[in-house]
């Protein structure tokens, strides 16, 4: 009889516990000489009576405490060696410590849905669709299709173009907008025939490698950039490129693949959510003649496991992807780009919440490669890195060519009469600008800022008495709340200093303004942008399309808009309600604040049209206004950081909050009130009470959100790894708490949002 193998294996549950399984005898005898080969590779076990689940090898022959006749057997062994490499597991599971989950849920996320089932690490191949040799047999020679008869069908229509050109996948012609039901039902009509493509799987691209010749002539700034990184390209150096809006930082990117992919080595671009078009993805597929994949949500699971498999076996030279593709295995990574890297969604929210960009640094440096970060408007953890010399800082503070930067200006609001947030001065100022067929955006800006209550006579705003902070308006409660001592004030009905009955809550109402606009200018068609009618990206495609076409005269939106599109014929653009942000309890609102003006006043004139930028507000003389209307974003942001430093909030310091939620509020916050005892007495018996603050339990800004009542308590250091350790020594007797499991609780290490 064979020796019996054990294997603890982390399967993706929301437990911080593995589970071990005995590997079957038939197979024991393969791995005996070489146990360790084990690890890593993802096994079916038996869990919880019936049920199967895929997880990962963790760690083999553990040393027990317990008899191991009671274990179950591993139902089957998937892979034969380690899924992914030495160095991506070794960053999950630095990932699974910093971020406080449990390794099998990163491993699991990490992965395509197909090899989280289970499936095989093989290429698939995908659907196809092209026309019917019928169809083409019935076409003269050189003509195009006789595309009238679908007239109708707009839908069908639309795919027989695109069609008419060139065999095109399912997931492609999604990307542009026509579902698989409309491809089915020209299949029906016997037009479209489906093929299952094989990938072309390209191992030798380096043989024909090369770059377009067509590119511009570098601007001094990119040139010193350029130089700066391919000088130091064989190691690891974290670059910052702060570049104004449409200083050319694409350019940049292009010329500091070239010569990573020259000496064969991959490279990752990772884009935000919605930066991801068919025209980011154009500029580089021109520019070099290499196999580039894509890695987004949107693609299937077919698609998904291809673009991996491309990535492991180096048959893809370019990955150009969203947040997860930062977890993609490569044969040999060279080089890491992270565009608009301030950008909210780099940041999982639920879940599992990971920082791509950080990971990414961390990533780069145990590869020992370069990484290069872009913005216009940096994040201030970025900045401060940079400032300290930690990250090497590129500029670019011109546009090339001779591009107008936009005039921006303030509208004070106080006393105006308003028509859903809209003041005279606006209305006005849109009738002008759309009679001479331009376009305008109005940015609503509400997600991320919890409403304070002011006076809309003289702005007045009801502060807390003991701290330097604003009350939070919760309008479901009758109570204004002040987020840092958590005192209450029941709502004034005058203000203090004019006297006004007016008082009024900062934030509108989407439906409300469009709603109003309709009325305004019935002659120019509004569309609205948000997350919520533009969850898929195929819609947020169809957006664009309508609105470059000039079929929406109006943009309404929030932030996706603000994500490095061009709008050409957009000629004014317009803040409606940044007080908000303001004074808002979250640090993090100005910064986010000046992120979007500045990117949002880039979308302005980009081309010949000189742009126009107003922000409305009842406190034009706010310093951070005049700061980022006189000055810009650089300025502003270096003002700012010192202003957090003497707060010390991060990035001075470092924070981690834990949330709590339950249709019952006592048990949410009692709930952390168990865990901040537990916290307390860790950082007691550490000795490092002095340097590691639990404050709360305090009510989320939002205080219900769907029913449930939120609450928070938040640690904050002046060190990084204090807050790890404290975590992760209390994690065991978190997890244990009776009262965890009447409520739903979840830990977020460098939180970035607070409501
Ligand atoms: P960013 O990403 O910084 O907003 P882009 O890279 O998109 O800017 O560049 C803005 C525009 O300027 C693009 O149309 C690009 O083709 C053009 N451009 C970039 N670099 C140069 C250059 N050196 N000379 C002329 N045009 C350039
Ligand atoms: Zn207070
Ligand atoms: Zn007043």
């Known amino acids: 009889m064979t020796k019996a193998i054990i294997c603890r294996v982390a399967l993706a549950i929301p437990l911080h516990k593995q589970f071990d399984y005995l590997l079957p005898e038939y197979l024991a005898a393969d791995f005996l000489e070489s146990e360790q080969l084990l690890v890593g590779c993802r096994v079916r076990v038996p869990f919880g009576g019936k049920r199967q689940m895929v ?252 673009s991996w498999c491309h990535a492991k076996r180096g048959s893809a030279a370019i990955i150009i992807g969203t947040r997860s593709a930062i977890f993609s295995d490569f044969k040999d990574l060279g080089l890491i780009i992270l565009d608009e890297e301030h950008d909210a969604s780099f940041k999982q929210q639920d879940g599992f919440r990971y920082h791509a960009r950080d990971f990414a640094i961390k990533r780069a440096h145990l590869e020992q490669i370069p990484i290069l970060l872009g913005s216009a408007t940096p994040a201030f953890e970025t900045l401060h890195n940079a400032l300290q010399g930690k990250y090497q800082h590129l500029h670019l503070t011109q546009r090339p060519g001779n591009a107008i930067p936009p005039s921006s200006s303030l509208v004070n609001l106080a006393g105006l009469h308003l028509q859903a947030g809209l003041s005279p001065q606006l209305i006005e100022l849109m009738g002008k600008h759309l009679e001479k067929g331009n376009q305008v955006i109005l940015f609503l800006n509400r997600r991320g800022y919890a409403p304070v209550l002011m006076c809309h006579e003289c702005g007045w705003l009801v502060k807390c008495g003991r701290c330097d902070a604003f009350y939070t308006y919760h309008k479901s409660a009758n109570y204004l709340h002040c987020h840092h001592c958590a005192s209450t004030l029941p709502i004034p009905h005058q203000c203090n200093d004019c006297g006004s009955t007016q008082l009024i809550s900062t934030g509108v109402g989407t439906q409300q303004l469009e709603e109003t606009l309709n009325t305004l200018f019935p002659d120019h068609p509004t569309v609205r942008i948000d997350r919520d009618n533009t969850r898929k990206k195929e819609s947020f495609n169809q957006y664009l399309t309508d609105i470059n076409n000039g079929k929406y005269k109006i943009l309404l939106g929030t932030q996706m808009l603000a994500k490095g599109h061009h709008f050409p014929d957009v000629t004014l653009v317009a803040l409606i309600d940044v007080d908000g942000a303001l004074f808002c309890n979250d640090y993090r609102a100005s910064e986010r604040l000046a992120q979007l003006f500045t990117q949002v006043a880039g979308r302005a004139g980009r081309a010949e049209k000189r742009g126009q930028v107003l922000l409305q507000t009842h406190h034009p003389e706010h310093s951070l206004l005049q700061e980022l209307v006189n000055s810009g974003y650089a300025e502003f942001s270096r003002h700012a950081l010192t202003e957090r430093q003497l707060a010390q909030l991060p990035p001075f310091s470092f924070q981690a909050l834990l949330r709590a939620e339950s249709d019952n509020a006592t048990l949410a916050e009692s709930f952390l009130g168990l865990c901040k005892q537990i916290i307390t007495q860790i950082t007691v018996l550490n000795k490092i009470d002095s340097r590691l603050f639990v404050l709360g339990p305090i009510p989320a800004s939002m205080e219900r959100r769907a029913g449930k009542y939120r609450f928070q308590l938040l640690l904050q250091s002046d060190h990084r790894a204090l807050i790890s350790k404290t975590l992760n020594q209390a994690l065991p007797s978190l997890d244990k708490l009776p009262e965890g499991r009447k409520v739903r609780w979840s830990i977020d290490v460098d939180p970035i949002d607070f409501v």
């Open 55 to 306: 997880g990962v090898i963790c760690e083999v022959n553990p040393e027990l405490d317990y008899d191991i006749n009671k274990l179950k057997k591993i139902t089957q062994l998937i892979d034969t060696q380690s899924l992914l490499s030495e160095k991506l597991s070794t960053l999950l599971r630095w990932a699974a410590f910093y971020y406080q989950h449990p390794f099998g849920d990163v491993y699991q996320q990490a992965i395509p849905t197909a090899l989280r089932q289970g499936k095989e690490a093989t290429f698939k191949g995908s659907e196809h669709w092209q026309l019917s040799q019928s169809v083409k047999a019935d076409l003269p020679e050189g003509k195009a299709f006789n595309l009238d008869d679908f007239k109708r069908a707009k839908k069908q229509h639309q795919a027989l173009i695109l069609l008419g050109q060139q065999c095109l996948s399912t997931s492609e012609l999604k990307t542009q907008g026509v579902t698989r039901v409309t491809l089915k039902a020209l299949q029906d009509k016997d037009v479209l025939t489906s093929l299952d493509k094989q990938p072309n799987i390209n191992l030798n691209w380096l043989e024909n490698f090369e770059e377009s010749t067509e590119k511009p002539n570098l601007t001094s700034e990119q040139a010193l950039a350029i130089t700066a990184v391919n000088q130091q390209n064989q190691a690891f150096n974290c670059f910052l490129l702060e570049g104004i809006t449409g200083s050319g930082k694409t350019e940049v990117y292009l010329n500091i693949i070239t010569p990573i992919l020259a000496r064969g080595q991959q490279v990752l671009l990772i884009v935000p959510e919605i930066g991801l078009t068919p025209q980011t993805v154009q500029r580089f597929q021109q520019r070099f003649n290499v196999p580039i994949y894509l890695k987004h949500s949107a693609l299937n699971s077919r698609e998904q496991l291809d």
